[in-house]
């Protein structure tokens, strides 16, 4: 099963390093990872070219809208059996995280899957 993980950027901030950090504890890595950038002015693209299988694309922050932008890095990764989304604050919680939300494509009959979202310490 292909799995792709896409994240929308723009000035990820201080968390963006976690977020980081809990994709690479996974222990199911996704087959490909997809940051598609609003023209950050931080260390968001730097710090995210480092992970294993990534592909970032840069927007101007003018044509960034919530469902455009994820739908187009969809396209980009149109050979992917299941498309996990995340925002750039989103740290998973433990590293079983996709391997949970992955297990439940092994039904036919499901098409969509939702983690369960908790706001982290300091979250406004």
Known sequence: MKITLIIPTYNAGSL????????????????????????????????????????????????????????????????ADVIIFLTQDAILADSDAIKNLVYYFSDPLIAAVCGRQLPHKDAN
């Not at 809990?22 to 940051?35: N, S």
């Not at 455009?68 to 980009?76: C, F, H, I, Q, S």
């Open 16 to 79: 963006w390093p976690n977020v980081l950090d809990a994709i690479k504890q996974q222990t199911i890595y996704p087959d490909k990872l997809i940051v598609i950038d609003s023209g950050s002015k931080d260390e968001t693209v730097p710090l995210a070219s480092d992970l294993k299988n990534i592909s970032i694309f840069n927007i101007d922050s003018k044509d960034f809208n919530h469902g455009g932008t994820r739908n187009l890095a969809v396209a980009k990764t149109l050979d």
